[in-house]
């Protein structure tokens, strides 16, 4: 059986566990490796921040 591929697209998922996005901001190497494999400028980030205890910053981003 064949299988035709519609319209694929390759990309990447980053998942980041504590660390990166607001947490070193005079230390930005994480985020920019992280934004480097994005194709589009300016890249477009989903941030799921945990259910608690988050910074009220975190709102606002």
Do not use: W
């Not at 566990?17 to 980030?45: C, I, K, T």
């Amino acid at each position: 059986m064949l299988r035709k591929k519609l319209n694929s697209v390759e990309g990447h998922i980053v998942a980041l566990g504590g660390g990166g996005f607001s947490m070193e901001p005079d230390n930005p190497v994480l985020d920019d490796f992280v934004l480097g494999f994005s194709r589009r400028q300016p890249a477009r980030v989903c941030f799921v921040p945990t259910a608690s205890a988050d910074a009220a910053t975190y709102k606002e981003i």
